[in-house]
Nanobody, 127 residues
């Protein structure tokens, strides 16, 4: 069992920045690709970005490319989502997820490919 706990959400003005963290249990964290997803009210959950187990590969949805950066610190069992130039349409509950399928390429972009999910953290961007 893998436990994931997101933190760092909150209220921020448009154009601002925020960094989300996802702390994972388990000593095999470096073997998991990690993904970030978000879900706005009344909308489907959508892929935001992902990072390989080693951190050498990342992939982002077009909607956030150039504004969001995923990184990880495997020694801390933590993955981060650094968000800058936030827009009102970024408002959503953000979830991190772990993909236990080792060395999956390309990085998974659909929720069904991820095995464990955190509880989510709310990000609200005001105009």
């Amino acid at each position: 069992q893998v436990q994931l706990v997101e933190s760092g959400g909150g209220l921020v003005q448009a154009g601002g920045s925020l960094r989300l963290s996802c702390a994972a249990s388990g000593r095999a964290f470096s073997g998991y690709a990690m993904g970030w997803f978000r879900q706005a009210p009344g909308k489907e959950r959508e892929f935001v970005g992902g990072i390989s187990g080693t951190g050498d590969r990342t992939y982002y949805a077009d909607s956030v490319k150039g504004r969001f950066t995923i990184s990880r610190d495997n020694a801390k069992n933590t993955v981060y989502l650094q968000m800058i130039s936030l827009k009102s349409e970024d408002t959503a509950v953000y979830y991190c997820a772990a993909d236990l399928q080792i060395f999956r390429l390309p990085i998974a972009t659909t929720g069904s490919q991820y095995d464990y999910w955190g509880q989510g953290t709310q990000v609200t961007v005001s105009s």
